[in-house]
């Protein structure tokens, strides 16, 4: 049985930011940067696309989530994705700084 693509791009990140939100794990921070540092969303795209599939989708509860980085291990969980130390690095100072964005608005 084939199975046609029918996942549009903004399900899937919304569904990104649904599990960044409720687990934050090391690959939801990885693919959530993927997404705003590819140019294809900026993260306010990416609020709107997560309240429109969630309307009780808070910011304020996400930047909290968005703090959840620190408590991430760059061996032990950023290591197994290839990612490397200095990336790791740079993503954090990322995470602040779309903490301080969504703070901010």
Known sequence: MEIAPVLHPDDVM????DALRNRAAARDFLDIDAAISGG?????????????ADPGFDRGHFAAMLGQ???LDDA???APYGVTPTYVA??????????????EK
């Open 40 to 52: 294809r969303y900026t993260l306010n795209r990416l609020c709107g696309i997560a309240q429109q």
């Open 90 to 103: 740079d993503l954090r100072e990322r995470v602040v700084a779309w903490r301080i964005e969504l703070l």
């Open 14 to 17: 919304a569904g990104k930011v």
């Open 69 to 71: 980085i620190a408590r």
């Open 76 to 78: 032990d969980d950023f």
